[in-house]
C-alpha cells in the first residue's frame, strides 16, 4: 500500500515537532527509505480557503451590526 505525508516544515524542524532527535532520524530514515518527495511552494489552499470563510463570517457579523435598529413604521427603536 502507499502513504502519504503532508508537512509545511523542512525535515530539519521535525526534532522540534517530536522532541526528539533520535526519534525524528529514526523516523526520517524509515519515511525516507525509497520514496519519491515533492516538494511543493505556493500558498496553501487550506489557509486560503479558510481565510475566504472567516472574511465571509466577519461580513456578516458586521452587516449585523451596522444594522438600523429602527422601526421602519414608526423610526422608533424596539427594546432589547
Do not use: C, M
Amino acid at each position: 500500500g502507499s502513504t502519504v505525508v503532508t508537512s509545511n516544515l523542512p525535515f530539519e524542524d521535525w526534532t522540534s515537532v517530536l522532541g526528539s532527535e533520535r526519534l525524528t532520524g529514526a523516523l526520517l530514515d524509515r519515511l525516507t527509505h525509497h520514496v519519491s518527495i515533492l516538494s511543493l511552494n505556493g500558498d496553501s489552499y487550506r489557509l486560503k480557503t479558510s481565510r475566504s470563510r472567516r472574511g465571509r463570517a466577519e461580513g456578516a457579523e458586521q452587516n449585523q451590526a451596522t444594522a438600523d435598529p429602527h422601526a421602519p413604521e414608526t423610526g422608533e427603536i424596539p427594546p432589547a
